[in-house]
């Protein structure tokens, strides 16, 4: 079995859906092999496997726990230049507001890959 995140496929609610797209983005682009979850598939059928199966399973977070975590991710995208200092910190200030007012959400898909052994 494989298990795995598509860090491309990040969603995050915000009043600016551009800067989250290119949060997201750029973040995923600092990770090695930010969509190979969505390759498990092909891989394990090239490679002979049988039977196959995909499913995702989706954790959805409200509430103010994952800040570091959307704070972390708008930093990367502020070290590769993709974002502004003052887009960053504009973000994240709207994600907190977002958390204190209840009204946090971010989805994060995680793939699980398996198969059988060829024959």
Do not use: C, K
């Not at 979850?37 to 199966?53: H, I, K, M, P």
């Not at 995702?56 to 975590?69: E, R």
């Amino acid at each position: 079995m494989l298990l795995g995140q598509d860090w491309d496929t990040i969603v995050i609610d915000s009043a600016d859906p551009a800067l989250t797209r290119t949060v997201v983005h750029a973040r995923a682009d600092l990770t090695a092999g930010p969509r190979a979850a969505r390759q498990y598939r092909s891989l394990l059928l090239n490679a002979g496997f049988d039977e196959v199966t995909v499913e995702v399973h989706t954790g959805v977070f409200t509430g103010p726990a994952m800040l570091p975590l959307l704070a972390g991710l708008a930093e990367g995208a502020r070290s590769t230049s993709a974002i502004t200092h003052e887009q960053t910190d504009s973000w994240i200030a709207e994600q907190r507001a977002r958390a204190d007012a209840d009204r946090l959400f971010l989805a994060l898909p995680m793939f699980m890959t398996a198969a059988t052994t060829p024959r």
